[in-house]
């Protein structure tokens, strides 16, 4: 079935550090491909998302592109600042997956970024 | 706009106790997701629901029913609570269609002991 693999963390990072946190996935079809975050003690919220091959989401600084080629969709932030802080989470979308015990969104397992000042 | 609202926020249960978990979206969203969350496990899907009336059972559904009685509530129910259902629950809603993204709740902090 259809899958997410992100990198695992925690990653710690210096204020102003490049940042990137790696993710691929496994899907038979044209999924679309997203990027949340979750802020301490809050719910997922989408940070960008990208829904055909070579798409960029950008957002807040954050940028993703969709690569089918490589079947990745990296994000990258060049300067992260403290309030970056966060529990990131790779997920794609695949319409063809509803009724399965996966349901149509599935999520990487989260990176954890420490941004130290 | 208040989006996706889960009560309550916080419970304590004992071992053998039942609860719900309520779940109401305003955004006249079809699709409707329980997840849990737990250390160094992710997101895992416990039951989700395409449409009012219908459910169906996600990866880890054992210990948990829903209903969806209605298009903006999903109900989550715990019969026989155990220390093994102690988890961070999040309710989350989206629209029809692939490219759309998920709406999710602040989450309930559930503790079995």
């Known amino acids: 079935g259809d899958s997410v693999t992100q990198m695992e963390g925690p990653v710690t990072l210096s204020e102003e550090a490049f940042l990137t946190i790696n993710c691929t996935y496994t899907?038979?079809?044209?999924?679309?491909l997203f990027w949340y975050v979750q802020y301490p003690g809050e719910g997922l919220q989408l940070l960008l998302k990208?829904?055909?091959?070579?798409d960029k989401g950008s957002n807040k600084g954050f940028e993703a592109t969709y690569r089918k080629e490589t079947t990745s969709f990296h994000l990258e932030k060049g300067s992260v600042q403290v309030s970056d802080s966060a529990v990131y989470f790779c997920?794609?979308?695949?319409?063809?997956?509803?009724?399965?015990?996966?349901?149509?969104?599935?999520f990487g397992k989260g990176t954890k970024l420490s941004v130290k000042p | 706009n208040a989006g996706v609202t889960q009560t309550p926020k916080f419970r304590v249960l004992k071992t053998g106790q039942s609860m719900t978990l309520l779940c109401a979206q305003d955004?006249?969203?079809?699709?409707m997701y329980w997840y849990r969350q737990d250390p160094g496990m992710g997101l895992r899907l416990i039951h989700y629901?395409?449409?009012?009336?219908?459910?169906a059972k996600g990866e880890v559904p054992d210990g948990y029913n829903v209903s969806r009685l209605k298009k903006q509530n999903f109900l989550l129910g715990l019969e026989s609570a155990a220390p093994s259902q102690t988890s961070v629950y999040f309710c989350?809603?989206?629209?029809?269609?692939?490219?759309?993204?998920?709406?999710f709740g602040q989450g309930t902090r559930l503790t079995v002991v």
């Open positions: 989350a809603s989206s629209p029809r269609g692939q490219n759309t993204e998920a709406f």
């Open positions: 899907a038979t079809g044209y999924p679309s």
């Open positions: 990208a829904t055909k091959a070579d």
């Open positions: 997920a794609l979308s695949d319409k063809r997956n509803y009724g399965g015990s996966q349901g149509n969104l599935i």
């Open positions: 955004m006249n969203h079809e699709y």
């Open positions: 629901s395409v449409g009012e009336g219908t459910t």
